[in-house]
C-alpha cells in the first residue's frame, strides 16, 4: 500500500511539474534556399516550345481532310452507284409497264436495294487538338521568387507535347435498374523542364505530368444518355479538360522550378518553451529569452542572411546558456533540473539551427537526447529537429 501511495504521489508531483511548462506555440516565414541554386545574375527568362503539339495539331487536321475528301469521294460513287441502280430498275419497269399493256401480264419488278451509303462529313468525328498554351498564361503562372523577368540569366525552358493519346472509356456497373455506364476520357499531357544557366549549363531537367491519365466524364442510365450528350457537349468537355489540366501543371511546374532554383517564402511552426513560476523559483530569465527569441524568429524572413534575426537569436541563446549554468539534472527540486535543462537544450539548438551554426545546434540537439528525462517528449523535438536541420543545411551548403 505505501508502495502504491509512494508511486502515486511521485505522479502526482509531475504531473504538477509539467503543468508548468509553457508551449509557446510560434508560426514565422523564412526564405527556402535553392537546392539547385543559380549562380550569376537574379534574372530569368521562359522558352515555351510548342512545335510537337503544333505538329500534332497539324497531322491530326491533315487527316481528318483526308477522311472529309474520302467521304466526298465515296459519297460521289456512292451517288454513281444508285443511278445505275435506279436506271437499271426503270429500264426493267419499262418492259414490264409495256408487257402489261400488250396484254401480256408479268411480275413487277422489284427494286433492287441501294449500295450502302458511306458517311457524310458531317458526321464524322472532329480531331481532338490541343488547346493553344499562350506566353500570358504561363508568364502569369510561373514566377522565379527571388529573381526579376529579363534576359541574359536563367532560362526556364518548357516543351509542352500538348494533348496525347486522348479517348473515352466505357465501364458499366450494376445489374438491373441499377446499372449504370460511366465515361472516363484517358488522356496524356506530358511536359518537360529544364533551367539552363549560361555559366552551368543544364541544373534541371524534369519531366511533368507523365504517364496516362484518366477523368470521369459523367454516370449515365444509358448509353444513350450520353451518346445525347456527346452530340453538343463532347469537344467543349476536351477544352476544359485541357484548361483544368494546364493550371494544375503550371501549378507543380512553379512549385518545382522554386523549390530547386528560387527562394520561396515558407511558413514554420514551433515552440519555444518557458517556465511559469513553481514553488518560490522565479523563470523570469526564460520569458526575457523567449521574447527575444521570438522577436528574432519573426526577423527571418526579411533577407537570407537572417542578419538582423540572428542579433536577437545570439541574445535569447546568451540568457539560455547562462541559466544552464544552474542545471543539476539530479535534483528535482533545483530550478535548472533536468526537464528544465532538457526543454532549454531544444531551445538552444533550434535557435542555432536558424543561426546556420550547424554544429553548436547538434551538439544541444544531442544533449536533449540523451538526458535521462528527455526520453519522451523531448528528445521527439530534437530528433524532428534533427531532421529538419539537415534539410536546411543541405540546400545551405548548396548555396556556398
Not at 503539339?53 to 467521304?71: G, M, P, Q, R, V
Not at 468537355?237 to 501543371?249: A, C, G, K, N, P
Request: aromatic residues 10%.
Amino acid at each position: 500500500m505505501k508502495k502504491i501511495l509512494l508511486f502515486a504521489s511521485i505522479l502526482i508531483a509531475g504531473a504538477s511539474f509539467a503543468q508548468n511548462v509553457d508551449d509557446q506555440k510560434i508560426t514565422f516565414n523564412y526564405i527556402q534556399l535553392p537546392s539547385n541554386p543559380i549562380k550569376g545574375p537574379k534574372v530569368y527568362s521562359i522558352e515555351l516550345n510548342h512545335d510537337k503539339y503544333i505538329a500534332a495539331n497539324e497531322d491530326s487536321l491533315n487527316a481528318f481532310e483526308a477522311k472529309i475528301t474520302l467521304a466526298e469521294s465515296q459519297l460521289v460513287t456512292w451517288i454513281e452507284q444508285k443511278k445505275k441502280v435506279d436506271q437499271a430498275y426503270l429500264l426493267e419497269m419499262e418492259k414490264w409497264q409495256k408487257s402489261v399493256n400488250a396484254g401480256t401480264p408479268v411480275a413487277q419488278p422489284v427494286k433492287p436495294p441501294y449500295p450502302e451509303m458511306p458517311k457524310l462529313k458531317e458526321e464524322l468525328d472532329e480531331p481532338i487538338l490541343t488547346t493553344d498554351i499562350t506566353e500570358g498564361t504561363v508568364d502569369a503562372a510561373v514566377r522565379l521568387e527571388g529573381f526579376t523577368k529579363g534576359d541574359g540569366g536563367a532560362v526556364i525552358k518548357i516543351n509542352f507535347e500538348g494533348l496525347k493519346n486522348a479517348s473515352v472509356e466505357k465501364k458499366i456497373s450494376g445489374t438491373g435498374a441499377t446499372t449504370k455506364y460511366e465515361y472516363y476520357a484517358k488522356y496524356e499531357m506530358p511536359v518537360t523542364i529544364t533551367v539552363e544557366v549560361p555559366s552551368q549549363g543544364i541544373i534541371v531537367n524534369e519531366n511533368i505530368n507523365f504517364g496516362q491519365k484518366s477523368k470521369l466524364i459523367n454516370k449515365f442510365d444509358s448509353e444513350y444518355s450520353y451518346d445525347y450528350w456527346r452530340i453538343d457537349n463532347y469537344n467543349q468537355f476536351w477544352v476544359t479538360l485541357q484548361q483544368q489540366e494546364l493550371t494544375s501543371i503550371l501549378s507543380t511546374i512553379n512549385t518545382m522550378v522554386n523549390d530547386k532554383c528560387g527562394f520561396p517564402t515558407k511558413a514554420y511552426a514551433t515552440e519555444i518553451y518557458t517556465i511559469k513560476k513553481h514553488k518560490g523559483q522565479d523563470y523570469g530569465d526564460l520569458i526575457d529569452a523567449y521574447t527575444q527569441a521570438k522577436a528574432g524568429y519573426d526577423l527571418i524572413y526579411k533577407d537570407v542572411s537572417k542578419s538582423d534575426a540572428i542579433g536577437k537569436l545570439k541574445k535569447a541563446a546568451a540568457i539560455w546558456e547562462k541559466a544552464l549554468q544552474e542545471s543539476d539534472v539530479n535534483d528535482s527540486k533545483a530550478r535548472v533540473n533536468d526537464k528544465v535543462t532538457a526543454l532549454i537544450y531544444v531551445n538552444l539548438a533550434e535557435a542555432y539551427m536558424w543561426m546556420d551554426d550547424w554544429t553548436t545546434a547538434d551538439s544541444y540537439m544531442q544533449k536533449a537526447k540523451i538526458i535521462s528525462v528527455a526520453a519522451g517528449k523531448y528528445k521527439r523535438e530534437a530528433e524532428d529537429l534533427e531532421s529538419y536541420m539537415k534539410y536546411l543545411k543541405d540546400r545551405y551548403t548548396a548555396n556556398q
